[in-house]
Protein backbone atom coordinates (compact mmCIF):
# COMPACT_ATOMS: atom_id res chain seq x y z
CA UNK A 1 0.00 0.00 0.00
CA UNK A 2 1.14 3.43 -1.33
CA UNK A 3 1.81 6.59 1.27
CA UNK A 4 -1.24 8.17 -0.52
CA UNK A 5 -3.52 5.08 -0.11
CA UNK A 6 -2.62 4.88 3.46
CA UNK A 7 -3.01 8.15 4.87
CA UNK A 8 -6.63 7.69 2.91
CA UNK A 9 -7.25 4.74 4.35
CA UNK A 10 -6.60 6.39 7.85
CA UNK A 11 -8.56 10.04 7.17
CA UNK A 12 -11.10 6.93 6.74
CA UNK A 13 -10.98 4.90 9.98
CA UNK A 14 -10.13 8.67 11.74
CA UNK A 15 -13.49 9.68 10.65
CA UNK A 16 -16.00 6.73 11.54
CA UNK A 17 -13.69 7.23 15.48
CA UNK A 18 -15.50 10.16 15.80
CA UNK A 19 -18.94 9.45 14.82
CA UNK A 20 -21.10 9.62 17.33
CA UNK A 21 -22.49 6.66 19.28
CA UNK A 22 -24.88 5.46 21.99
CA UNK A 23 -23.11 4.71 25.09
CA UNK A 24 -24.51 3.69 28.43
CA UNK A 25 -24.30 7.54 29.67
CA UNK A 26 -25.57 9.12 26.36
CA UNK A 27 -29.26 6.84 27.37
CA UNK A 28 -29.59 8.60 30.80
CA UNK A 29 -32.88 9.85 31.10
CA UNK A 30 -32.89 13.81 30.21
CA UNK A 31 -34.10 14.57 33.23
CA UNK A 32 -31.59 13.09 35.41
CA UNK A 33 -28.24 13.47 34.05
CA UNK A 34 -25.22 10.97 34.96
CA UNK A 35 -23.05 12.41 37.37
CA UNK A 36 -19.48 11.31 38.38
CA UNK A 37 -18.82 9.54 41.79
CA UNK A 38 -16.14 8.58 44.33
CA UNK A 39 -18.77 5.98 46.19
CA UNK A 40 -19.47 9.09 48.72
CA UNK A 41 -20.29 11.72 46.70
CA UNK A 42 -21.48 13.12 43.46
CA UNK A 43 -19.36 15.26 41.37
CA UNK A 44 -21.30 17.81 39.59
CA UNK A 45 -21.87 17.45 35.56
CA UNK A 46 -19.69 20.10 33.67
CA UNK A 47 -22.74 21.77 32.60
CA UNK A 48 -23.64 22.87 35.79
CA UNK A 49 -20.64 23.88 37.16
CA UNK A 50 -17.77 24.69 34.31
CA UNK A 51 -16.93 27.94 35.09
CA UNK A 52 -14.25 30.98 33.48
CA UNK A 53 -11.14 30.81 35.24
CA UNK A 54 -7.46 32.04 33.72
CA UNK A 55 -4.69 29.41 34.44
CA UNK A 56 -1.24 30.61 35.39
CA UNK A 57 1.46 29.50 32.70
CA UNK A 58 4.84 28.58 33.48
CA UNK A 59 7.40 30.82 33.22
CA UNK A 60 8.25 31.51 29.75
CA UNK A 61 5.12 30.52 28.52
CA UNK A 62 2.46 32.37 26.25
CA UNK A 63 -0.87 31.36 25.34
CA UNK A 64 -1.48 33.74 22.68
CA UNK A 65 -0.31 31.18 20.05
CA UNK A 66 -2.79 28.41 21.25
CA UNK A 67 -5.29 28.37 18.82
CA UNK A 68 -7.21 24.92 20.11
CA UNK A 69 -9.97 24.84 22.11
CA UNK A 70 -7.95 23.71 25.07
CA UNK A 71 -6.04 27.17 24.87
CA UNK A 72 -9.46 28.76 25.13
CA UNK A 73 -9.97 27.25 28.27
CA UNK A 74 -6.69 28.23 29.32
CA UNK A 75 -7.26 31.51 29.49
CA UNK A 76 -10.74 31.31 30.41
CA UNK A 77 -12.75 32.21 27.59
CA UNK A 78 -14.32 28.92 27.78
CA UNK A 79 -15.68 27.57 30.83
CA UNK A 80 -14.58 24.38 32.24
CA UNK A 81 -14.93 22.05 35.24
CA UNK A 82 -11.52 21.81 37.11
CA UNK A 83 -10.07 18.46 39.03
CA UNK A 84 -6.91 19.57 39.59
CA UNK A 85 -3.84 21.46 38.55
CA UNK A 86 -0.40 21.70 38.58
CA UNK A 87 2.03 24.92 37.98
CA UNK A 88 2.69 22.66 34.30
CA UNK A 89 -0.37 20.74 33.63
CA UNK A 90 -4.31 21.31 33.92
CA UNK A 91 -6.75 18.46 34.56
CA UNK A 92 -11.00 18.72 33.95
CA UNK A 93 -13.90 16.96 33.30
CA UNK A 94 -14.25 15.88 29.74
CA UNK A 95 -17.57 17.81 28.51
CA UNK A 96 -18.58 14.33 26.43
CA UNK A 97 -17.48 12.01 29.09
CA UNK A 98 -17.52 8.26 27.55
CA UNK A 99 -16.88 6.50 30.67
CA UNK A 100 -18.40 7.10 34.07
CA UNK A 101 -15.18 9.45 35.14
CA UNK A 102 -13.53 11.09 31.92
CA UNK A 103 -10.82 13.69 32.47
CA UNK A 104 -8.80 15.18 30.54
CA UNK A 105 -5.32 16.29 31.39
CA UNK A 106 -3.01 19.41 29.59
CA UNK A 107 0.19 20.40 29.40
CA UNK A 108 -0.17 24.63 29.75
CA UNK A 109 2.85 24.53 26.92
CA UNK A 110 1.33 24.35 23.72
CA UNK A 111 2.54 20.71 22.43
CA UNK A 112 0.14 19.67 19.09
CA UNK A 113 0.29 15.89 19.95
CA UNK A 114 2.09 13.05 20.85
CA UNK A 115 4.63 13.32 18.22
CA UNK A 116 5.66 16.68 19.55
CA UNK A 117 6.94 14.85 22.62
CA UNK A 118 10.54 14.36 23.16
CA UNK A 119 13.53 14.09 25.72
CA UNK A 120 12.53 17.34 27.26
CA UNK A 121 9.52 16.77 28.37
CA UNK A 122 9.41 13.62 30.70
CA UNK A 123 8.92 15.54 33.24
CA UNK A 124 5.90 16.46 31.83
CA UNK A 125 4.59 13.60 31.01
CA UNK A 126 5.37 12.26 34.54
CA UNK A 127 3.29 15.01 36.44
CA UNK A 128 0.64 14.11 33.74
CA UNK A 129 0.83 10.52 35.26
CA UNK A 130 1.02 11.51 38.69
CA UNK A 131 -2.17 14.05 38.25
CA UNK A 132 -3.80 11.08 36.47
CA UNK A 133 -3.21 8.79 39.24
CA UNK A 134 -4.37 11.60 42.17
CA UNK A 135 -7.58 11.74 40.17
CA UNK A 136 -8.44 8.29 39.84
CA UNK A 137 -7.37 7.78 43.45
CA UNK A 138 -9.75 10.36 44.26
CA UNK A 139 -12.94 9.80 42.38
CA UNK A 140 -12.64 5.74 41.54
CA UNK A 141 -10.59 4.04 44.01
CA UNK A 142 -11.84 0.85 43.22
CA UNK A 143 -11.08 0.92 39.24
CA UNK A 144 -7.59 1.59 40.86
CA UNK A 145 -7.49 -1.29 43.14
CA UNK A 146 -8.88 -3.26 39.77
CA UNK A 147 -6.78 -2.00 37.59
CA UNK A 148 -10.07 -1.36 35.70
CA UNK A 149 -9.26 2.16 34.14
CA UNK A 150 -7.60 3.38 30.97
CA UNK A 151 -4.64 6.06 30.53
CA UNK A 152 -4.10 7.19 26.98
CA UNK A 153 -3.23 9.49 24.09
CA UNK A 154 -4.63 9.50 20.26
CA UNK A 155 -2.08 9.13 17.57
CA UNK A 156 -2.93 12.07 14.72
CA UNK A 157 -4.47 11.67 12.34
CA UNK A 158 -7.24 10.36 15.07
CA UNK A 159 -6.75 13.18 18.04
CA UNK A 160 -9.96 15.20 18.04
CA UNK A 161 -8.25 18.41 19.07
CA UNK A 162 -4.73 19.94 18.18
CA UNK A 163 -3.52 20.17 21.74
CA UNK A 164 -1.87 17.53 23.46
CA UNK A 165 -4.22 15.48 26.12
CA UNK A 166 -4.22 12.91 28.46
CA UNK A 167 -7.75 10.74 28.76
CA UNK A 168 -8.04 9.21 32.14
CA UNK A 169 -11.48 6.53 32.01
CA UNK A 170 -12.93 4.53 34.58
CA UNK A 171 -13.89 2.08 35.10
CA UNK A 172 -12.66 0.90 31.48
CA UNK A 173 -15.52 -2.03 32.11
CA UNK A 174 -18.60 -0.01 32.03
CA UNK A 175 -17.88 1.80 29.51
CA UNK A 176 -19.93 1.72 25.76
CA UNK A 177 -17.96 -1.20 23.71
CA UNK A 178 -17.10 1.12 21.35
CA UNK A 179 -14.88 3.14 23.37
CA UNK A 180 -13.27 0.72 25.52
CA UNK A 181 -12.65 -1.73 22.46
CA UNK A 182 -12.68 1.02 19.42
CA UNK A 183 -11.94 4.34 20.42
CA UNK A 184 -9.85 4.21 23.61
CA UNK A 185 -8.02 0.65 22.71
CA UNK A 186 -4.45 1.37 23.85
CA UNK A 187 -1.96 -0.34 21.15
CA UNK A 188 -3.90 0.74 18.30
CA UNK A 189 -2.34 2.90 15.41
CA UNK A 190 -5.24 5.34 16.62
CA UNK A 191 -4.65 4.92 20.62
CA UNK A 192 -1.59 5.01 22.28
CA UNK A 193 -0.85 3.97 26.20
CA UNK A 194 0.10 6.50 28.55
CA UNK A 195 2.43 4.16 29.92
CA UNK A 196 4.01 3.51 26.88
CA UNK A 197 4.45 6.73 25.76
CA UNK A 198 6.27 7.35 29.33
CA UNK A 199 8.58 4.46 29.06
CA UNK A 200 9.69 5.13 25.87
CA UNK A 201 10.42 8.69 26.79
CA UNK A 202 12.23 7.56 29.48
CA UNK A 203 14.35 5.49 27.54
CA UNK A 204 15.34 8.00 24.98
CA UNK A 205 13.19 7.29 22.11
CA UNK A 206 10.42 8.72 20.19
CA UNK A 207 7.20 8.95 21.76
CA UNK A 208 5.17 6.66 19.79
CA UNK A 209 6.66 3.79 17.26
CA UNK A 210 4.71 5.65 14.09
CA UNK A 211 5.82 7.27 10.91
CA UNK A 212 4.49 10.94 10.75
CA UNK A 213 3.36 12.14 7.99
CA UNK A 214 3.56 15.65 6.26
CA UNK A 215 0.68 18.04 8.36
CA UNK A 216 0.32 15.87 11.22
Known sequence: MNPSTRRSWMKAIAAIL???S??????APANKQPSFTNGDEDIPRLSSSRT?????????????????????????????????ETPIALGFQDRSPKAPFHALIIPKTYIKNVFDLDQKD???VEDMHTMA???????????????????????PPFNSVNHLHLHV???ASEMAWFYRFGKYLPGTRWCVGEEQVRDRLQSGKKAVPFVRYPGW
Open 133 to 155: MDLLNTYQPEAVSQKDYILCYHV
Open 52 to 84: RKYHQPPPNVSYVDNSSVFGAILRGEIPSLTLK
Open 169 to 171: LAP
Open 22 to 27: ISRLQM
Open 18 to 20: ALP
Open 122 to 124: VFL
